[in-house]
């Protein structure tokens, strides 16, 4: 039977490799389900090409800022889809900025997006996990989430408290057999970070001990492995893929 995946900001970067490498896989047919608020040309060509046989590409639209429409959203996605064998929360907002000229709606909205938004549909997810009594919840956290960054402290504090939610989760559920982990990545090239350009982009590289960046399918790969068998005494911990910058 193949193992229905919920990846969370699907449309475009790491979200989107995470989908097609999951798509791809061929040891494990997994099924999977793409939230994102726009429907990219990508995953609508993804939606395409794995729509002939067995549909196991699904497009779902969704604010993840709208807090309160989590709760339904994960009612849906059991009841049309089944229950998941695992949840990716990889959606977030990437916002940078001085804090002391930060605007309060840009914090609340980080915090919402990064924060709360993967706790409820870890929340609401978790319940048909427990009744199978099998699931995984990676949470993509980031190296800044350890490191400090100019001008990414709301960012930063984001990706900590997803950290910290994810090794107290372990615990809780650990004896059901649900494992929690975080992948953390390094700065890839996504349009989170276009930005980053120029020299500050050659010196994020230098740092590398292997002269580059992570790419999203670097860090997908990550996330495959924790879907897999291989990964089942694994939980409760964060895989950093960052070509080595924070060794
Ligand atoms: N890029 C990096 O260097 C880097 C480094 C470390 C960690 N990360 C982490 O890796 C993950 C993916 O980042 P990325 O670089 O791929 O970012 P990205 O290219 O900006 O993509 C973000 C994804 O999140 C979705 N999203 C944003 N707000 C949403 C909302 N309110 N509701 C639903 N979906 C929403 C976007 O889709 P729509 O716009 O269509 O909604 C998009 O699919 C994030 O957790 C990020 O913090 C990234």
């Given at each position: 039977m193949n193992k229905l995946v919920v990846v969370t900001g699907?449309?475009?970067g790491l979200g989107l490799a995470i989908v097609k490498q999951l798509l791809k896989h061929t040891v494990i047919k997994y099924d999977v389900l793409a939230i994102s608020r726009s429907k990219s040309d990508e995953l609508l060509q993804l939606e395409e090409e794995y729509?002939?046989?067995?549909?196991?590409l699904h497009i779902l639209n969704a604010d993840l800022l709208k807090l309160n429409n989590i709760q339904a959203l994960c009612t849906k996605m059991v009841k049309d889809y089944?229950?998941?064998?695992a949840l990716i929360n990889n959606a977030a907002l990437g916002f940078d900025g001085v804090l002391a000229t930060m605007h309060n709606s840009q914090i609340d909205e980080l915090l919402s997006v990064n924060v709360q938004a993967p706790i409820l549909l870890s929340k609401y997810l978790l319940r048909p996990m427990l009744l199978n009594r099998k699931g995984r919840i990676i949470n993509i956290s980031s190296i800044i989430a350890k490191t400090g960054f100019n001008g990414l402290s709301v960012y930063a504090a984001s990706k900590a408290a997803l950290e910290g939610f994810s090794f107290s989760l372990a615990r809780e559920v650990g004896k059901a057999g649900v494992t929690v982990n975080c992948v953390a990545p390094g700065y890839m090239q996504t349009d989170m970070t276009q930005s980053l350009q120029g020299e500050k982009l050659e010196s994020v590289k230098r740092r590398s001990p292997l002269g580059r960046l992570a790419t999203p399918d670097d860090a997908a790969s990550a996330v495959l492995y924790l879907l897999s068998e291989e990964a089942n005494a694994i939980t409760g911990t964060v895989i950093t893929v960052d070509a080595g910058s924070t060794a």
């Open positions: 699907a449309s475009r729509s002939t046989s067995d549909k196991r089944g229950r998941p064998y």
